[in-house]
């Protein structure tokens, strides 16, 4: 049986991807971090702690000894790195780093391989020049999240010179009803839904002209396990391949919230524009759809649609 370690299973993908191995039958792990309500993850065995304890997680990892790691935690948000610099670089950089050695150390230890997946970020590529980015664009973060996954990206690479299955997964934003409200999808269809109910007013935003290429998360969990489990070690870019501007977003969620007279319920704020910002992050998937068979099954509309659904049925 196939024994699966995943870090962030309190997050949007964590939760996904416990969701698929458990439903394929793997025996799954977690870490869940010991200041968080344990996540409800059922099916999976969960182990309490902090991926920032290098020497915990490593003993735990070397006991469970797993076939694949799934590094998915991490200070998620990008708005909130720019608050949090030090521990950004702490959880999204160097424990990636020491899960990575971990992992080497279990596969020379038992003497077969162990498959590392590292969730890693379009925003490593920052203001790329082209779009849309694959994986020979230049790595040139402009925030310190992006900076943080960068370093965590070229570890990877450097891990794999070394002999481990290690695949850093280039995911562009990913998004689903599970998506908190920090970013800035959950954050409108959330706000929609309580305009249409009637209890919001406006729905205050920053930047509306950024474009994003955004996917549905589960099909991003889905790329991430066949990226483990493919012959070859590679990064591979998971996108759709189609920006859509916020503007365009906020647009579509009130359409499906039947509201069409929509442009002055949106107020922009200075507070929740950024330092920087990327204009356009698109990414071309090419490489995932050839060697991993990969393809998104959920478009833009759909991804607006579940989400607006979701947060109207909650009501
Ligand atoms: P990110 O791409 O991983 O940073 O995901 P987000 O969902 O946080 O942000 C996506 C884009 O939406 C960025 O270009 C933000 O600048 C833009 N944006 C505009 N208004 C807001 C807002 O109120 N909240 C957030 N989180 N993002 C916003």
Known sequence: MTRAFITGIGGQDGSYLAEQLVAE???VHAL????????????????????????????????LAPDEVYNLAAMSSVARSWEKPD??????????AALLESALLVQEKLDRPVRFVQASSAEIFGQPDRSPQDEST????????GAAKAYAHLMVEVYRRRGLHAVSAILYNHES??????????KITSTVASIARGRADVLTLGNLDARRDW??????????????????????????GVAHSVR??????????????????????QEFVRPAD??????????????????????????????????????
């Open 138 to 145: 230049p790595v040139r973060p402009l925030n310190p999240y």
């Open 32 to 63: 869940a971090h010991a200041i968080e309500p344990l996540p409800d993850a059922p099916g999976v065995e969960l182990h309490s702690g902090d991926l920032t304890d290098v020497d915990d997680v490593r003993s735990l990892l070397i006991d």
């Open 87 to 96: 521990l950004t670089a702490q959880v999204n950089g160097m424990a990636a």
């Open 248 to 269: 365009d977003f906020v647009a579509a969620a009130f359409a499906q919230a039947g509201i069409t007279d929509w442009e002055d319920l949106v107020v922009v704020d």
């Open 278 to 315: 990327p204009t356009e992050l698109v990414g071309n998937a090419t490489r995932a759809r050839r060697l991993l068979g990969w393809s998104p099954t959920v478009g833009f509309d759909e991804v607006v649609q579940h989400m607006v659904e979701a947060d109207l049925a909650a009501g």
């Open 25 to 27: 039958g793997v025996e």
């Open 215 to 240: 996917g549905w998360a589960p099909d991003y969990v889905d790329a991430m396990v066949r990226a483990a489990r493919a012959d070859q070690a590679t990064d591979y870019v998971v996108a759709t």
């Open 177 to 186: 009803p599970r998506r908190p409200e920090q970013f800035v999808t959950r």
